[in-house]
């Protein structure tokens, strides 16, 4: 694949020549700093560009949306956090915002109206679930063809905002054998780290929930476990390195698989 270097417009240069983009894109502080994330990131821009989606992002002038501080109980943390970004977001006008992140998703959309911020917000299985069902998107290539494929369900995405069918729209739009864990949807084992549990210790208990989330992904036989959150990619790569499945197994998010359908 192509790793040609793709000028992604900065929000502050499009305001500056008087332009407004449809979108605004939230990179996220996983998407931003973590390695791995970085990855999907640059796939989910190398797709919106392939699509000519009217994006910019903030560069550095995005922050955290606040979603760990508050629920790592900061709730002062949180507030100005979401002031200051609620305050840049409408001086440039922004309607509409695009992320990859299920905690940014749930936190715009749920809590960014208490402190004015009032805006359309997509995670990105959405936006391609809407893509595809329009026909701008096919994801029709061979890359992925009957490759048996489990869906972990983050839960900000679906237990607190109640989607579930847009990731396994877009993953059912590629040649794939879509597997099913047996606890999955609303009654779908967290991979962990949700709630600010990234940044602490686990819970007591018997065994980690990361590693119980990945032992029913592999027993599914899947040889790609699809995931659609940073933590969530975190956690279950973690679990795989432990569980020594690496040489047969991938974790990829949405965004990357359909970068590789595209072949891009």
Request: hydrophobic content about 35%; some cysteine.
């Amino acid at each position: 694949m192509s790793q040609r270097k793709i000028e992604v417009p900065l929000m502050s240069d499009l305001h500056a020549r008087g332009e407004q983009p449809e979108y605004l894109v939230w990179i996220g502080s996983a998407g931003a700093y973590d390695d791995r994330y970085k990855k999907v990131t640059r796939s989910f821009i190398k797709v919106l560009t392939y699509l000519n989606v009217s994006y910019a992002v903030l560069g550095t002038e995005e922050s955290s949306s606040g979603d760990v501080a508050r629920r790592a109980g900061n709730e002062m943390l949180f507030q100005m956090q979401a002031m200051t970004n609620v305050e840049l977001l409408n001086a440039y006008g922004v309607k509409k915002i695009l992320t990859c992140d299920p905690h940014a998703y749930n936190t715009f959309k749920n809590e960014y109206p208490d402190f004015g911020g009032h805006y359309e917000v997509w995670h990105h299985s959405q936006f391609f679930q809407k893509l595809i069902r329009e026909g701008t998107l096919r994801l029709d290539s061979e890359v992925f063809r009957d490759q048996v494929v489990t869906f972990h369900d983050p839960c900000y995405l679906g237990r607190a905002n109640g989607e579930y069918q847009a990731p396994r729209d877009v993953l059912k739009a590629t040649p794939i054998h879509l597997e099913e864990m047996p606890r999955n949807k609303s009654f779908a084992l967290c991979c962990g780290a949700g709630g600010g549990q990234m940044f602490k210790e686990a819970e007591p208990g018997d065994k980690e929930v990361f590693i119980e989330r990945t032992e029913e992904a592999l027993d599914t036989g899947a040889q790609i476990i699809a995931t659609a959150c940073p933590y969530c990619m975190v956690m279950l790569t973690d679990g795989i390195k432990y569980k020594n499945r690496e040489s047969d197994v991938k974790n990829l998010d949405i965004a990357e698989i359909i970068e590789q359908s595209l072949n891009l």
